[in-house]
């Protein structure tokens, strides 16, 4: 068969089991991105306004997690999650059950996005200028309020590009999944591959299909980094 | 003296207020009273404590001892001076309308949204009567036009302006002006001190921090000297400018003449 008859979509090309993949990846990334921002707005906000001992978990959740290799990380987090659910449900008096892959994938990378994002919003909030939220104070706004309405948008445009990042990250660890055997891109592509003995062909394939998330991904940040930046001078050139 | 003709009820008042950083003691033991329509000017140099003091007066800085009351309604302090009921301190700040001195416009939103945010999201003004006193006040200060700019994309005297009207967009019950022309340009000083003129004019109750005197002497019915945390001098302006009693003000008035 020739290489444009392996990626066909019916059977016997694999088309729509690459698609598949490539679906299943986007989905878990979506997730795991997700979870590590709200991860991130609690640890950035407990880093930074947190009392002594939130600081302190915190401090030992951003340092292990992001000196660890990730392929580890994965490794143990999905492993250790999914032995302990178990574990915790065997001890209530209730049946072991299996975890999807789906719902282990979003947990664990999510975790590990969750660490960095910390960091990535740390900075950000720092620096939104006091007068902007000094004033919202000033004006009788309650806490949640003026998070919601001055500092998120104020730390929005400083975010962006660190977040960018991360979700670009997002997309390709979850090849990482492959490992604990979870059908996203990579692995589909390794058992067409090695099914087919057209490596070459469907990496490829599989790099483009990389490839083109993320140059959609590049696109859309791009666009929201122009909304969160409205009101700024534009400074080229600096 | 005697308490006969019925006295304009009391905006603003603090009662022996200290305030200190670390060690270092800023104010020590300061007293302030505005009754409404009152123009109370502070003045005094860099380190004076003037700004501290009025930051107080809305717990931006949380004085360490002292009492202080908005509207006859006392603010609700623990021992160390921290307010007690976060509540209390956010609906009194709503009654006070800061401007300061590097004006603090949200730079994500237009002027115009500036001016709504917090009588909508806050006061739960209806959204329609907020834009239209939003739009009244604009065209009092000057800056009709300029509803839908960025605030970085104006001059600092349309900045301060427009940060005027938002503090006025709340129907304060008495301004806080925190050195509010010390940031602008000389040639931008003057469009601001005639916004604020104005209001003291309508007889608004107000506190002014400013290194203004030529101002202060006009507009301010009642002006405070402080020197290293302490009321040297206070007075009618005629008196205080005309002919100040002590020599620290004497010198002051001459350093910055």
């Known amino acids: 068969m020739s290489g444009l008859e392996l990626l066909a979509w019916e059977a016997p ?51 292990i997690v992001r000196a660890v290799p990730e392929l580890i990380l994965i490794l143990i987090l999905y492993f250790a999650f999914t032995s302990s659910i178990n574990n915790l449900l065997l001890a209530w008096g209730f049946e072991r059950i299996q975890i999807s892959g789906f719902v282990a994938g979003i947990a664990v990378l999510g975790v590990v996005q969750g660490a960095y994002a910390t960091e990535v919003l740390r900075g950000a909030i720092l620096s939104v200028p006091a007068g902007q939220i000094e004033a919202a104070r000033a004006m009788g706004m309650p806490p949640l309020m003026l998070a919601w309405r001055v500092t998120f948008p104020q730390m929005l445009a400083a975010a962006i590009p660190g977040l960018a990042n991360l979700w670009l990250i997002a997309t390709k660890d979850t090849a990482l999944l492959a490992v604990v055997g979870y059908a996203e891109l990579t692995l589909v592509t390794r058992q067409a591959a090695s099914t087919t003995k057209a490596f070459f062909t469907f990496f490829m394939a599989a790099g483009l299909l990389y490839l083109c998330i993320s140059i959609l991904s590049t696109l859309i940040f791009g666009r929201i980094e122009a909304w969160a930046r409205r009101g700024q001078v534009r400074q080229e050139g600096r | 003296m005697k308490d006969t003709a019925a006295p304009s009820p009391e905006a ?3 009662d022996e207020l200290h305030k200190s950083f670390g060690a270092h003691h800023v104010l020590k ?16 140099g860099s380190g004076s404590g003037k700004s501290t003091m009025l930051r107080c007066i809305n717990f931006l800085e949380t004085p360490s001892s002292g009492r202080i009351s908005i509207g006859g309604e006392d603010v609700a302090m623990r021992p160390d001076g921290s307010p007690l009921n976060r509540k209390q301190i956010e609906r009194l700040r709503q009654s006070l309308g800061m401007v300061f001195q590097s004006f603090n416009l949200w ?35 000057g800056l009709a036009e300029k509803e839908g700019a960025y605030p970085a994309f104006m001059s600092g005297g349309q900045q301060q302006r427009a940060a005027i009207a938002r503090a006025l967009c709340m129907e304060p019950r008495a301004m806080l002006f925190d050195e509010p022309t010390s940031a602008l340009d000389p040639e931008l000083v003057g469009e601001v001190l005639q ?53 620290r003000l004497k010198q002051f008035l001459k350093s910055v003449a």
């Open chain 1, 13 to 63: 090309g694999w088309g729509a089991a690459l698609a598949a993949g490539l679906l299943k990846s986007v989905l878990i990334a979506l997730g795991a991105f997700s979870l590590g921002l709200l991860i991130g707005i609690g640890g950035a906000y407990g880093k930074l306004y947190g009392g002594p001992v939130t600081r302190d978990l915190l401090a030992v959740y951003t340092t």
């Open chain 2, 195 to 247: 916004v604020i003129r104005g209001l003291a004019d309508e007889g608004r109750t107000m506190v002014l921090v400013t290194h203004e005197m030529k101002f202060a002497r006009e507009v301010a019915s009642h002006v405070i000297y402080l020197h290293n945390g302490l009321i040297e001098e206070q007075g009618p302006p005629d008196q205080l400018f005309g002919a100040p009693k002590s020599e």
């Open chain 2, 107 to 141: 730079t994500h939103r237009t002027v115009l949204e500036n001016l709504i945010e917090v009588p909508v999201h806050v006061l739960k003004t209806p959204k329609d009567e907020a834009i239209a006193r939003a739009r009244k006040l604009l065209a009092r200060v």
């Open chain 2, 12 to 14: 603003i008042r603090v």
């Open chain 2, 29 to 44: 033991g300061v007293s302030l009273r505005a009754c409404e329509g009152d123009v109370v000017a502070i003045i005094g």
